[in-house]
């Protein structure tokens, strides 16, 4: 049976998709408010055309 810090150790050697799967989706939450913000800015009622 392989040693626990064997594994480790090696798992630890493996890149996975962590940072970029982070910066993605900050950036696309970043993304959305703006999106929502420029979106409902449009139905603002700041005329007064009555």
């Known amino acids: 049976m ?5 594994l480790l150790a090696a798992a630890a050697d493996q890149q996975g998709p962590g ?3 982070r ?3 900050a950036a696309s939450m970043v993304g959305a408010v ?3 913000w420029f979106l ?4 603002r ?3 007064h055309n009555d």
């Open 19 to 21: 940072d970029t799967l």
């Open 40 to 43: 409902l800015r449009g139905y």
């Open 2 to 6: 392989p040693d626990t810090v064997t």
């Open 45 to 47: 009622d700041n005329d």
């Open 23 to 25: 910066i993605v989706l």
């Open 34 to 36: 703006l999106l929502a």
